[in-house]
């Protein structure tokens, strides 16, 4: 019960950025991007997503990232929102906690828990051991520091990366669907909604994607992005002993490379999700408001 309010947390969230984009419009905002490596240990140290106790890290896939955005109104400096999305299972409260700690000592009170939300990709190839509470830490033996201070100190660095380079800029806002980007893991059990719900639907998964865009106000630039897609972070497989983002740890970085193959710099891109709850729950379409339906490239 705890893990699903703290998602539906982030969700509240990041709807309430939403709302905001929604309810103005133009460079009013102060907006910094942050990426930091939290690939943590690669050997010997079990996997936190399929619960096996075999499955324990013994090389590097390609290295994870904690990747965060803060958004600012550039009229009330103090009014702002951080957003951090890990190459993780999920965050942790523990984490938040420490985060924050290390924040208070840094910034005052300006970052605290009403203003900042870690989530995850959900990635099912990292390792374990970073939460505190006990069923999470029967297959990882426990608690692991190494693991945590990795993720930690990430967290904390691309969030200090975040609020160094506030800069005014804009925000942009668009949807589109992407086909072939996952399967219903029961299409027998959907098929037991009712038939005028299923008829709502062109699909017995949610192919519609979320995107927003950061343009620097001065350069007119992007500077980095974050979107929804409900596809569960599982494409590597429970035999698998490589660390890796899986496949939204793939989209992110090879955007990146791209973006940085085209640019100069480099954007944080920040791929999130819906709520690993109802990322196999397609017949949940839940529709995000928006206003700004300008070309973003997805």
Not at 65 to 81: C, E, G, K, L, Q
Not at 145 to 168: C, G, V
């Amino acid at each position: 019960m705890r893990i699903i309010m703290k998602h539906l947390v982030v969700v509240i969230y990041l709807s309430a950025l939403i709302l905001l984009v929604y309810c103005r419009n133009g460079s009013e905002y102060l907006i910094g991007v942050g990426s930091y490596d939290m690939t943590g240990p690669a050997a010997d140290v079990n996997m936190m997503g399929y619960a096996n106790l075999e499955q324990k890290t013994s090389g590097i896939h390609f290295r994870l990232r904690a990747r965060t955005f803060i958004v600012a109104d550039a009229s009330n400096n103090n009014n702002r929102f951080v957003f951090v999305n890990l190459d993780a299972g999920m965050a942790s409260q523990l984490l938040t906690i420490k985060v924050l700690q290390a924040l208070h000592s840094r910034y005052g009170n300006l970052y605290n828990e009403e203003n900042v939300a870690i989530s995850g990709t959900h990635t099912h190839a990292g390792p374990g051991g970073y939460l505190q509470y006990v069923i999470y830490s029967v297959t990882s033996l426990g608690f692991v520091k190494q693991s945590f201070d990795a993720i930690a100190n990430a967290i904390l660095q691309t969030i200090i990366q975040a609020h160094n380079n506030l800069k005014p800029a804009s925000i942009f806002i668009n949807t589109g669907e992407v086909k072939g980007g996952g399967i219903n893991r029961s299409p027998s059990a959907y098929l037991q909604n009712p038939a005028e719900e299923r008829a709502r639907y062109h699909s017995n998964v949610d192919r519609e994607m979320t995107l927003l865009k950061f343009v620097d106000e001065a350069s007119g630039e992007s500077i980095g992005s974050f979107n929804w897609y409900a596809t569960h972070g599982t494409s590597m497989s429970r035999d698998n002993k490589l660390i890796s983002g899986d496949n939204k740890g793939v989209a992110a970085r090879l955007f990146e490379d791209f973006f940085s193959s085209q640019n100069n710099s480099s954007p944080s891109t920040i791929t999130s999700t819906l709520p690993p709850g109802l990322l196999n729950f397609p017949c949940i379409n839940s529709k995000i408001l928006y206003a700004h339906k300008k070309s973003v490239a997805i």
